[in-house]
Nanobody, 114 residues
Framework: QLQLVESGGGLVQPGGSLRLSCAAS????????IAWFRHHEGVSCISPSG???MYADSVKGRFTISRDNAKNTVYLQMNSLKPEDTGVYSC????????????WGQGTQVAVSY
């Protein structure tokens, strides 16, 4: 069983930055692609090796996803934050022959406001 725990959320003013972490335990993370979701909207994802990344159009150029498999952790660096970035951010690891199953973390709250 892979367990995912997010951290790093908080309240930040527009234009500010936050760095979210998704720490894994129970299994080695390097077998899994990892995605960050805001509620049910996909924000970014990264391949198991970290060589391939994807971003939603709304965050391109502002967010950067990365991973440190030695630390069993995936990161989401969020810069130039906007009020519309507000939400609960969760990390997700699909698995199964057809990626039909999922591990989810509990989420971390991000609030962008004055």
């Amino acid at each position: 069983q892979l367990q995912l725990v997010e951290s790093g959320g908080g309240l930040v003013q527009p234009g500010g930055s936050l760095r979210l972490s998704c720490a894994a335990s129970g299994k080695a993370l390097d077998h899994y692609a990892i995605a960050w979701f805001r509620h049910h909207e996909g924000v970014s994802c990264i391949s198991p090796s970290g060589t391939s990344t994807m971003y939603a159009d709304s965050v391109k150029g502002r967010f950067t996803i990365s991973r440190d498999n030695a630390k069993n952790t995936v990161y989401l660096q969020m810069n130039s934050l906007k009020p519309e970035d507000t939400g609960v951010y969760s990390c997700h690891a699909p698995y199964g022959a057809h990626q039909q199953y999922s591990y989810w973390g509990q989420g971390t709250q991000v609030a962008v406001s004055y």
